[in-house]
């Protein structure tokens, strides 16, 4: 099922045009606190409940998949000044309570393809249930470097169930959505227990520890850990990079995917995070005094539009990378999978290339982390400032600037985030695909085989420029359309 509050792609190849060198890090001093105890594997109930409309064949690519309880005490914060928007914010503890939640793991079933990373996905929950947006977004990168992958449970509706903030019409399944897991699979997840959002931060540190430490893992131990999360599971890392991390050093590196403007609001026990209420607060930029750094991807139509980025907008730095992705929405057809047919925005929904940017940045990610070789920077989108920004367009409503791929710069058609003239929640995320004309693609390409040599050229370009991986190329240049001058 595809329930989610999604986004766009993240981070840079190793090497290439304006990428920087450095030393690797000195790594952030890590104290010692309590991890999350895992228990299992799960095998009760109908199996491993997912809200995904991406599948993935496991086995054949050799990976085994596990579910685990994970208990403990978790504490929650509360900020000892004010939330400024530097982000640099000093929390400090304000309450304990039990918790005992969900911890999934995919991981290669062989330990010597292990690659020594493990990606811990804040799952996301805005579609009402738990789903894993970035293992939809990365699964081809991370399986084929042999990464582990970790999903948790770390809010309290995707556990406990609670109000929806994204409807997807027509996906939704009769009592799933809004119910949590354990009412969804009491016989697998009847135990389960949440103390609320406000805990979700130490909770997420908690899994982290213990997947630092090989529980859960098969008997595989990391050297790299890496935080993802998308969408609203973004806006909870932007809180915890500049109020958690500084406390715990657990992360080596934030992988950060279609954050809004502002950080997930901490609130008080038994409470779910607002976030419709908080979006249109005060933004906040990562702060930048922290060893790990930070790779910000976020699509056309997060950089304005409901989720406005644009007021967070930060310099790139030496912990810091932002990437802004031209043609592509927050959530598109590659991301919704099957589902993307059972909604109707007016308009073809977006079908750009935005997966094949955050494979790359993924492994540029682990490389800063492991080298201090940073990735390669990328020019911003135009944006006409004002009471209400602005994406600037060309004459036929192809953003300028940012992150350009093939099917921008070689186009059949507008790939576009504005959002669809249908005004519900999850249209504004979805973006656009508005074919070319006959006279305007003969205006454009003399013939389909010079269409292709230019897109060729074009994909070669993007990959030497870091922001496609050699290994995708295949995948990018099935984006190319030349049917579309067949008539």
Not at 166 to 191: E, H, Q, S
Not at 325 to 349: F, K, N, R, Y
Not at 465 to 476: C, K, M, N, Q, S
Request: aromatic share 6%.
């Amino acid at each position: 099922m595809a329930l989610v509050l999604l986004c766009g792609a993240i981070l840079a190849a190793c090497g290439g045009a304006g990428s920087t060198t450095a030393s690797s890090p000195t790594p952030q001093p890590r104290p010692t606190g309590p991890a999350a105890v895992l228990t299992g594997p799960l095998t009760a109930g109908t199996g491993v409940f997912i809200g995904s409309p991406v599948t993935v064949n496991l086995q054949q690519a050799g990976y085994v998949e596990q579910e685990f309880d994970a208990s403990g005490t978790a504490t929650s914060y509360r900020d000892s000044g004010a939330l400024t928007a530097d982000g640099h914010w000093s929390f400090v503890p304000n309450g304990t309570a039990p918790y005992r939640t969900r911890v999934l793991v995919r991981r290669t079933a062989d330990p010597a393809r292990f690659s020594g990373t493990v990606v811990v996905e804040w799952l996301n929950v805005s579609g009402g249930v738990d789903a894993d947006p970035d293992w939809a977004t990365l699964h081809d990168e991370l399986i084929r470097q042999g990464d582990i992958w970790v999903g948790v449970s770390a809010q309290l509706i995707g556990v406990m169930g609670g109000p929806v903030l994204v409807t997807v019409p027509g996906v939704a399944g009769a009592g799933v959505v809004g119910a949590g897991l354990v009412k969804i699979d009491p016989a697998r997840y009847g135990n389960l227990s949440h103390p609320g959002d406000g805990f979700s931060f130490d909770i997420y540190t908690q899994v982290a520890r213990a997947a630092r430490a090989g529980n859960g893992l098969g008997g595989l131990k990391p050297r790299t850990v890496l935080a993802i999360g998308e969408s609203q599971s973004a806006f909870a890392l932007v809180t915890y990079y500049d109020g958690v991390q500084p406390l715990t050093g657990e992360f080596d590196g934030f992988f950060v995917h279609s954050r809004g403007a502002v950080g997930l609001p901490l609130v008080g026990p038994g409470a779910s995070a607002d976030l419709a209420s908080a979006i249109a607060g005060t933004p906040v930029i990562f702060r930048t005094d922290q060893p790990a750094p930070v790779l910000d991807v976020q699509s056309e139509s997060d950089v304005t539009s409901v989720l406005d980025s644009y007021r967070a907008r930060q310099d790139d730095s030496d912990r810091f990378r932002l990437w802004e992705v031209t043609g592509t929405a927050h959530a598109d057809a590659h991301l919704l999978g099957s589902t993307a047919g059972a909604i109707d925005c007016g308009v073809p929904i977006n079908n750009g290339p935005m997966y094949l940017v955050a494979e790359a940045g993924l492994g540029a990610l682990t490389t800063w982390v492991r080298t201090g070789r940073a990735p390669v920077t990328a020019p911003r989108i135009e944006v006409a400032p004002g009471a209400t920004p602005q994406v600037q367009r060309d004459p036929d409503g192809i953003a300028l600037g940012g992150i350009r791929t093939p099917p921008v710069d070689v186009p059949v058609a507008t790939l576009s985030g504005a959002p669809s003239p249908n005004p519900s929640v999850i249209c504004l995320l979805l973006g656009s695909t508005t074919p070319f004309t006959a006279g305007r693609l003969a205006q454009l390409y003399p013939s389909p085989a010079a269409y292709l040599a230019r897109y060729d050229a074009d994909a070669d370009a993007t990959i030497r420029a870091g922001f496609v991986l050699p290994e995708d190329r295949t995948g990018l240049l099935a984006f190319a359309d030349p049917s579309a001058l067949a008539g």
